[in-house]
């Protein structure tokens, strides 16, 4: 009930290859269940499900893994030979050099190259600024390569720096799920992520077998599967996931169970960007939208659920949250 959601930005910026292309956005939207609506609100979310369904749509429409974005199409099946090509390779690193190597031969103007010195390695997207305004495909193409890199590896590659070569955006609240490192700088001389070069070391631990059943659901997954777990925002989620609909723990109570003091929390919520009324409001909004989804609950059923004893105060709070009240969100995806 409290999974992670999706921010509606990253549905308009994917869209923009395939108004390059003359489609019908409502005609596509209306496919997957998100009306057009939902695009002219800013707060508004969507659940990593419709959001994978909504991507796949967009592959399937332009039969192009760059959907509409690329000059030259990035035919279906690329990523998927890619793998076949470099599940056999001895280390991540090699594997890498590999996958870096293997997207060259599209052309020069796209590709993600890994760098390495002593103790660190980067990746490091070039896409032409003019083509990706919205930066979907670059760091569409950062989360699925760190992540195609933590299952080669089977764990998790913790980022020690996240450079982006842009300015800072109005959905940089997302990248703590989506690249959560120590250091996040934005206006860098480019775009990198930044993890320990011992990594790289390490030997590949999947096979054949593994890859088949990865590439079901790849590399939509890695799209909607990318996140930090080590973060105090992450780690406050999942103590206080039990608690919703219920009396949430005040912050003090937080605090104790992770065995820290209010302060020290509190100020390392701040340096994530983040406050703990922000969390919580948080978690109940992506709980209240999963909720949502299901036709058979009533909005009184939903308020309840996320801890709202009045049905006027969950619809206040929510409009708060996303910006349309839960009776028009569900609308808005085809519950009428």
């Known amino acids: 009930m409290s999974r992670d959601t999706i921010s ?39 659940s990593p499900e419709q959001y994978t369904r909504f991507v ?13 974005f690329d000059i030259q199409p990035r ?46 390695a980067r990746l490091v997207p070039l896409i032409p600024k003019t083509m990706d305004p919205d930066h979907f495909i670059t760091e569409s193409m950062l989360m699925i390569w760190h992540g195609l890199a933590s299952w080669l590896i089977e764990r998790r590659i913790p980022l020690e720096r996240v450079h982006f070569g842009y300015p800072r955006p109005n959905h940089a609240d997302e990248y703590d799920a989506l690249f959560f490192a120590p250091v996040m700088q934005f206006d860098m001389p480019r775009t990198e992520i930044t993890f320990a070069a011992d ?19 790849a590399p939509a997954q ?13 780690r406050i989620r999942e103590v206080l996931k039990s608690q919703i609909g219920e009396e ?5 109570d937080v605090a104790s169970m992770l065995y820290l003091s209010p302060q020290t929390l509190r100020r390392r919520l701040a340096a994530e960007g983040k406050s703990y009324q922000g969390v919580k ?21 939903v308020a309840q659920q996320v801890g ?26 085809g519950y009428h």
């Open 8 to 46: 509606i930005h990253f549905v308009n910026a994917a869209l923009t290859g395939v108004k390059h292309l003359g489609m019908d956005v409502e005609t596509l939207l209306s496919h997957v269940g998100i009306e057009a609506e939902l695009l002219r609100q800013p707060k508004a979310r969507i």
């Open 56 to 68: 796949k749509m967009l592959w399937m429409v332009t039969q192009d893994e760059h959907v509409g």
């Open 75 to 120: 035919r279906l099946g690329s990523f998927a030979i890619m793998c076949q090509l470099i599940i056999h390779a001895k280390t991540l690193g090699d594997a890498l050099e590999l996958s870096s190597q293997f997207y060259k031969l599209f052309g020069d103007e796209w590709s993600v190259s890994l760098e390495r010195d002593k103790h660190e």
């Open 199 to 217: 990594y790289l070391d390490l030997p590949i631990r999947q096979d054949d077998a593994s890859l088949e059943e990865f590439l079901k659901a």
């Open 222 to 234: 890695l799209l909607v599967k990318f996140k930090n777990t080590n973060s105090l925002t992450s």
């Open 248 to 252: 949430m723990p005040t912050l003090n």
């Open 281 to 301: 409001d948080a978690l109940r909004r992506d709980a209240a939208i999963h909720l949502l989804l299901n036709p058979d609950l009533t909005l009184e059923d």
């Open 308 to 333: 709202f004893s009045e049905t006027s105060t969950f619809h206040r709070a929510f409009k708060k949250w996303t910006g349309v009240t839960p009776g028009l969100y569900r609308q808005l995806h």
